[in-house]
Nanobody
Framework: QVQLVESGGGSVQAGGSLKLSCVPS????????MGWFRQAPGKEREGLAS???????SHADSVKGRFTISQDSAKNTLYLQMNSLKPEDTAMYYC????????????????WGQGTQVTVSS
């Protein structure tokens, strides 16, 4: 059974930083395309960043230059370093792993964690 567990969320002031971690069980991060998403109340789930099995990364324009996705295969952990946080970054943050060789997406079968809350105050 695949499980993904996120941690590292919390409350921070605008301009601050947080580093999210995602530890999966049942899969190895280096063998899947994985990604970070967020969802604010009343809004759709938004893709933030992804990292392929080959280490290639992609970041959404909304977070490019502020957020960085990475992974540590030795620790089997996915990370999201978030800098220069803004109040509009407040959301529940989820990690996900794609199934069937695809990258994760809300519209495709994927493995999802339960999320970790990030709150940014002004």
């Amino acid at each position: 059974q695949v499980q993904l567990v996120e941690s590292g969320g919390g409350s921070v002031q605008a301009g601050g930083s947080l580093k999210l971690s995602c530890v999966p069980s049942g899969i190895t991060v280096g063998n899947y395309c994985m990604g970070w998403f967020r969802q604010a109340p009343g809004k759709e789930r938004e893709g933030l960043a992804s990292i392929t099995r080959y280490g290639g990364t992609s970041h959404a324009d909304s977070v490019k230059g502020r957020f960085t996705i990475s992974q540590d295969s030795a620790k089997n952990t996915l990370y999201l370093q978030m800098n220069s946080l803004k109040p509009e970054d407040t959301a529940m943050y989820y990690c996900a792993a794609g199934r069937g060789g695809f990258c994760p997406s809300p519209s495709r079968s994927s493995y999802w964690g339960q999320g970790t809350q990030v709150t940014v105050s002004s």
